[in-house]
């Protein structure tokens, strides 16, 4: 990991297109200003853990589509007021 | 766009598909670079509930839904970036489908992070939601209870 020391309104360059600039430190809080182009998607690492993790969870290995199709359908039977068969 | 298959088919065999029914994410899904193609596999009977089903690897499928049936608000802002990665003009509407997953009784879709596909080319991305209030486990209905 490269570990680089700046002060409050300084930037650093990610290549030549993007530009991470310290706008505040609060505390243990600091606020980053993030220049980047459209294209380059910007998280929070917390978010993008979920969503692997999603990913993740669809992907896993299962035999039970089947239970789960029936679970939906029963689910939108009972939401138009159909009759379900127990 | 998707291959439709009878209740209780046997396995479809990857490698008779035509090229124009494989879903491409050229840069894979989020945090799954590899997860680069797939076929939309759907049936009458599955409630909603479709397949994605790998076609570099046939032990990977990913179980998805409309998510507009299910909220009929929902709504993807695209980028103009995302727009022009997927060769969709300001006009086109994408087709969209979030993943489900099961946690113990409870089946969930992942609202944070759909999949919007052009159905014209079938350029396909994941696109991540950061400021809405969605989450990534959905509520969509519970094994076990008939309801």
Redesign the interface.
């Known amino acids: 990991v490269l570990v680089l020391t700046r002060k409050t309104e300084q930037t650093l360059h990610l290549g030549d297109d993007i530009r991470v600039t310290i706008l505040g430190i609060e505390g243990d809080r600091v606020k980053l200003g993030i220049e980047a182009?459209?294209?380059v998607?910007?998280?929070?690492h917390e978010?993008?853990?979920?969503?692997?993790?999603?990913?993740?969870?669809?992907?896993?290995?299962?035999t039970?589509?089947?239970?789960?199709?029936?679970?939906?359908?029963?689910?939108?039977q009972?939401d138009t007021g159909a009759t379900?068969l127990? | 766009m998707s291959v439709t298959v009878e209740?209780n088919a046997p396995p479809i065999d990857l490698t008779a598909l035509s090229p124009e029914s494989i879903i491409t994410f050229p840069h894979g899904?989020?945090?799954?670079p590899e997860?680069k193609r797939f076929v939309l596999i759907t049936s009458d009977?599955?409630?909603?509930?479709a397949?994605l089903q790998s076609v570099d690897n046939d032990?990977?499928?990913?179980?998805?839904?409309d998510p507009v049936q299910l909220l009929p608000e929902y709504v993807v802002e695209l980028?103009?970036?995302d727009r022009?990665?997927l060769g969709l003009d300001s006009e086109q509407q994408p087709l969209l489908l979030t993943?489900?997953?099961?946690?113990g009784e409870q089946?969930t879709t992942?609202l944070?992070?759909p999949l919007v596909i052009n159905p014209r080319t079938r350029a396909a991305k994941?696109v991540?939601l950061?400021d809405t209030l969605y989450t990534?486990?959905y509520p969509?209905?519970?094994?076990?209870s008939?309801?």
């Open positions: 182009p459209r294209s998607c910007v998280l929070r978010l993008y853990l979920q969503v692997q993790a999603a990913n993740a969870d669809a992907g896993a290995p299962r039970d589509m089947q239970t789960i199709a029936a679970a939906i359908r029963d689910r939108q009972s379900t127990a | 209740a899904l989020v945090g799954q997860w009977e599955d409630g909603g509930l397949v032990q990977l499928s990913l179980m998805v839904t980028s103009s970036a022009t990665l993943t489900v997953s099961i946690h089946i992942n944070i992070g994941q991540v950061a990534t486990r969509v209905a519970s094994v076990g008939g309801k």
